[in-house]
Nanobody, 124 residues
Framework: VQLQASGGGLVQAGDSLTLSCAAS????????MAWFRQAPGKEREFVAT????????YYADSVKGRFTISRDNAENTVYLQMNSLKPEDTATYYC??????????????????WGQGTQVTVSS
C-alpha cells in the first residue's frame, strides 16, 4: 500500500481544513487507517484512527470534538476534517495504515505504511 497525503496549508486560528490520504493497491479496506502529527522537536503523536469497517473511530484528547476522521473504501481514501484549528495544531500530518489492536492504536511502530506528510500551519 502506498499512501499520498494532501490538503495541508497555512490557515488562521479558528479555520477549518480537510486532509486527504489516497491509497494505492486493492487492500486498503483491510487496514485500519490513522493520522499522526509531528511538530518540530517533538515526537510523532497520534491524532485519530478509523477501524477497517469505518464503524469505529478514536481520537486524541487534544483533538476530540474538533477533528473527524472518515474513510471511503470505494475511493481508497481517508480524510481528516479539522475544525476550530489552534496554533498548537501546527505540525506535519501523516497518514498511516496498519492493523494494531485497539489498546495500541496510538503506537506509530505498529503501522506498516506511511504517507509522506503534509504540513499544517495555524497562525494566531
Amino acid at each position: 500500500v502506498q499512501l499520498q497525503a494532501s490538503g495541508g496549508g497555512l490557515v488562521q486560528a479558528g479555520d477549518s481544513l480537510t486532509l486527504s490520504c489516497a491509497a494505492s493497491g486493492d487492500s486498503f479496506s483491510s487496514y485500519g487507517m490513522a493520522w499522526f502529527r509531528q511538530a518540530p522537536g517533538k515526537e510523532r503523536e497520534f491524532v485519530a484512527t478509523i477501524r477497517v469497517s469505518g464503524g469505529s473511530t478514536y481520537y486524541a484528547d487534544s483533538v476530540k470534538g474538533r477533528f473527524t476522521i472518515s474513510r471511503d473504501n470505494a475511493e481508497n481514501t481517508v480524510y481528516l476534517q479539522m475544525n476550530s484549528l489552534k496554533p498548537e495544531d501546527t505540525a506535519t500530518y501523516y497518514c498511516a495504515a496498519g492493523r494494531p489492536i485497539l489498546s495500541a492504536i496510538a503506537t506509530p511502530r505498529l503501522y506498516y505504511y506511511w504517507g509522506q506528510g503534509t504540513q499544517v500551519t495555524v497562525s494566531s
